[in-house]
Structure formats: structure tokens, C-alpha cells
């Protein structure tokens, strides 16, 4: 992110007290992850030990992003139900999908996760795409159609 898009967000929350979890939150929000010049330029700005930042922003791990995520989310769940009904094997079918034609696509078209259980059994195995649930012949069309955009 641009310095100077940096300084305006820190700028926006300057009378706000601890600060730091909210420019952190626009950050991510503008740019999808937090990138290390970033979080530098924010210590230096923040008269802020770079340790200080890094630490709250790889505490909230769920919150935020140390590297370049993919364009579109994908995760699936590994949970009990899911995996008895071979969540193994649509994650393979999905990883395979997005390899298609790979020489057409970046690689962070798609970022492809993991996941312990998104809660939502009856749609076992259940994945889902940029926050939507979907069973496993869904998202493989969803995945389809997301690689027609481009």
C-alpha cells in the first residue's frame, strides 16, 4: 500500500484511543493483507516498536493477513461429518479445478483452505466461496464460473 494511503488511514483514527487494531483493520480491508513495508512505515509513523505491531496484528490471526491472499476465498470443511462424506476428496477435485488451465491464471486467483467445520452439516461435504455455503457440486460450477470472469 501507498505511504500516503497509509497516513490518511492513520490520520482517520488519530483521536481514537489504541488505534493501532482499527488502521490495521482498514489497512487489510483496502489492501487484503498486511505487508511488512506497511507495517513498518505504520511503526515509524506510530512512534511504534515494529515488534509492537507485528505482535497485535499476529495475535488476531483470524483477523488479518501477513501475505497476498487470492482474489476469491475458497475453504473446506474438514470437520467429522464433512470428512466421512469425503471433504478429502472434494478438496482434491477443487485443487485440481483450479490447475486447470493454470498458465491462464495466477496463482492468487484462489486462495484454498483448510478448515476444522464451517457449521453446516447437512450440506456435507460443505464448502465455502467468498462466504457463501455450498454442497460440493455447487462450488465446483461456482469455481467454474469465478475463472469465466476473468
Do not use: W
Request: net charge negative; aromatic share 6%.
Amino acid at each position: 500500500m501507498e505511504t500516503k494511503k497509509v497516513d490518511e488511514i492513520i490520520e482517520k483514527h488519530k483521536t481514537e484511543k489504541g488505534s493501532l487494531v482499527s488502521i490495521l483493520h482498514d489497512i487489510q480491508e483496502q489492501d487484503g493483507y498486511l505487508s511488512g513495508e506497511t507495517l513498518s512505515h505504520l511503526s515509524d509513523k506510530l512512534r511504534t516498536p515494529l515488534s509492537e505491531v507485528f505482535r497485535v496484528a499476529a495475535y488476531f490471526e483470524k483477523a488479518f493477513s501477513l501475505e497476498p491472499k487470492g482474489k476469491h476465498t475458497i475453504r473446506v470443511c474438514q470437520g467429522t461429518s464433512c470428512y466421512l462424506k469425503r471433504s478429502d476428496q472434494t478438496l482434491e477435485e477443487i485443487e485440481e479445478e483450479i490447475a486447470k488451465d493454470v498458465d491462464e491464471y495466477k496463482d492468487t486467483d484462489f486462495n484454498l483452505e483448510k478448515v476444522r467445520c464451517l457449521g453446516c452439516c447437512t450440506a456435507a461435504p460443505a464448502v465455502e466461496i467468498d462466504g457463501e455455503i455450498l454442497d460440493k457440486d455447487s462450488a465446483k460450477t461456482t469455481i467454474i464460473k469465478l475463472k469465466g470472469e476473468k
